[in-house]
């Protein structure tokens, strides 16, 4: 077990590389098994977890430039962990679910590769790491959008990597500066995240290195207004890559507030809750409306995803335990219901080849299993109690309502919005007479979809049920967390904002 993160990073790239002496006919027999090998070790790696231990496990750590500080550092604790096993997971889904037929023998090693570098954001500890794995994302990503995906797909891919491209360089010259300020204050030279944590700065310091973080987190994220890469990249992206993107990639950037602003800049965090909480409210509303107006169900979809990470960013900085927590335990959440819901609409899509709701129709008649299943993702999605949205939801809302009762309750919108726009979808797709004489003679899921849809549906009704195998050790380490930026904060603002848990096992 000392090495299992450093096998869960490169055992893909391993794998991808042998991928290319594999044959076509062979290769999503070998993806399959690799994808499924790979998310076995995150299982090893969740069941060998202290759950009690509120720290960093699994810690690797290697010098790699000592004169400045860089290292191979890696590490998991309860915010990290369920991200990896959730990354696996859906990659496993994804190239279970593949319907490509265009050089799928590349687009399988293409998606091995992208696992390498989710897994690596997830368990660096060494910000220049972290970086690295950050930027390694966008390749693989930009070569799926442009490689397989729709008329437009060359638009939207280089829109995808200019965005979010620019913003990792603003991030960079944070990351620089960081590792500056660290060496004038101690003399030694660190990019260690875990050594930055024990860094104090002025507060006018910490406002530009927040918003420096700010901006390549928010646009990955996407925040209101650097949201428009998304519904491009959802709408032309291939089936697989709309799954990844939704369920892993966008996780990234509130994995970047949770991991580096909030710990790193406790003061500034607590100071910029106002216009981040407006820019999550718009987010949350705006784009519910949009999503309520368009025609093509996967553009309701993406539009759908940007209206609940408002909700995760809004969870994310209500600087206490439930929220934190909450906010984790939805990017879980909202990573297997979107991830789902872009396979249900990939299904469809493989039988139609359109995306349009005036095209369907009483499809429930014909296909009975995918409404179901649909209905299922469609509840979870607006966050119906017993379902995994549910819980993340409410506790991401609950401890913002700490914060501010009003802008929780315009929030909280977001609940009834949602459900006007997906129950609109459900209407006009599953319901009513079949208007289109082609549609009577659609089959319903096969194998291969039951198996990747499936296991989505028993996590979704699991978790909604009983979450506590996930939330608790999400719960102890966002203690720790909440702790240590309660002990960092200089103003007394902060340390009023943030709230520490009263109980044991914060202390």
């Given amino acids: ?85 959730m990354t696996t997971f ?12 265009k050089d799928i023998k590349n687009m399988i ?27 390694f ?12 995906g729709g008329e437009k797909r060359l638009y939207a891919a280089i829109k995808f990597f200019i965005y979010t491209f620019a913003g990792s360089l603003v991030m960079l ?35 530009w290195l927040f918003w420096a973080f700010f901006l390549g987190f928010a646009i990955k994220v996407p925040m209101f207004p650097f949201h428009t890469w998304l519904p491009y990249a959802h709408g032309q992206a291939p089936t697989v890559g709309s799954v990844i993107l939704a369920a ?35 987010m949350i509303i705006y784009t519910a409306m949009v999503a309520f107006a368009q025609k093509d169900i996967k ?13 995760i960013v809004l969870g994310t900085f209500a600087m206490n335990v439930e929220g934190i927590a909450g906010s984790i335990f939805l990017m879980l959440s909202h990573g297997i219901v979107s991830g789902a819901l872009f396979l249900l609409v990939g299904v469809i899509y493989d039988r139609k080849h359109t995306k349009l709701m005036d095209e369907f129709g009483g499809l429930a008649k014909v296909m009975p299993t995918y409404a179901t299943i649909f209905g299922i993702m469609t509840m979870a999605s607006v ?6 949205g549910f819980i993340g939801e409410y506790l991401s809302l609950a401890g913002f309502y700490k914060v501010s009762p009003i802008m929780t309750i315009l929030a909280g919108t977001s609940i009834i919005l949602g459900a006007v726009y997906m129950l609109a979808v459900l209407k006009k797709t599953f319901f009513g007479p079949i208007t289109k004489e082609e549609n009577k003679s659609l089959k319903d899921l096969n194998a291969k979809e039951l198996t990747a849809l499936v296991p989505l549906v028993a996590i979704v009704v699991w978790l909604g049920v009983y979450p506590k195998p996930v939330l608790a050790p999400i719960d102890t380490s966002t203690k720790a967390l909440v702790e240590l930026m309660h002990q960092k904060a200089q103003t007394k603002e902060a340390k009023a904002t943030i709230l520490v848990s009263k109980t044991k096992e914060a202390k």
């Fill in 383 to 388: 966050g119906l109690p017993l379902t995994i």
């Fill in 248 to 282: 892993v990639l966008l996780k990234m950037g509130t994995y970047g507030f949770v991991r580096f602003s909030l710990p790193l800049f406790p003061d500034a965090s607590v100071s910029a809750i106002l216009p981040i909480a407006i820019l999550a409210i718009i």
């Fill in 109 to 135: 090693i293409t998606l091995l590769f992208l696992e390498v570098a989710m897994v690596g954001v997830f368990v660096a500890l060494d910000v220049i790491l972290f970086y690295i794995f950050w930027e």
């Fill in 137 to 148: 994302s966008l390749v693989p990503m930009l070569y799926i959008i442009g490689a397989w």
């Fill in 173 to 207: 010259v944070g990351i620089l500066y960081l590792a500056h300020l660290y060496q004038s204050t101690t003399g030694e030279w660190s990019f260690a995240l875990t050594d930055w944590y024990k860094l104090q700065m002025d507060l006018d310091v910490q406002k």
């Fill in 299 to 311: 553009q309701v979809i993406a539009y759908s995803s940007i209206s609940h990470m408002g909700v």
């Fill in 90 to 101: 859906m990659t496993l889904i994804g190239i279970i679910g593949l319907s490509i037929k």
């Fill in 1 to 85: 077990m000392s090495n299992i993160l450093t096998v869960l990073i490169f055992f893909p790239l391993v794998a991808g590389l042998f991928g290319f002496l594999v044959s076509q006919k062979s290769i999503r027999v070998y993806g399959i098994a690799v994808a499924a090998a790979e998310f076995l070790l995150s299982l090893w790696l969740w069941f060998s977890f202290d759950m009690k231990n509120a720290g960093m496990q699994f810690v690797e750590k290697i010098n790699i430039i000592p004169e400045f500080g860089i290292s191979y550092y890696l590490g998991v604790d309860g915010i990290s962990l369920f991200l990896v096993v």
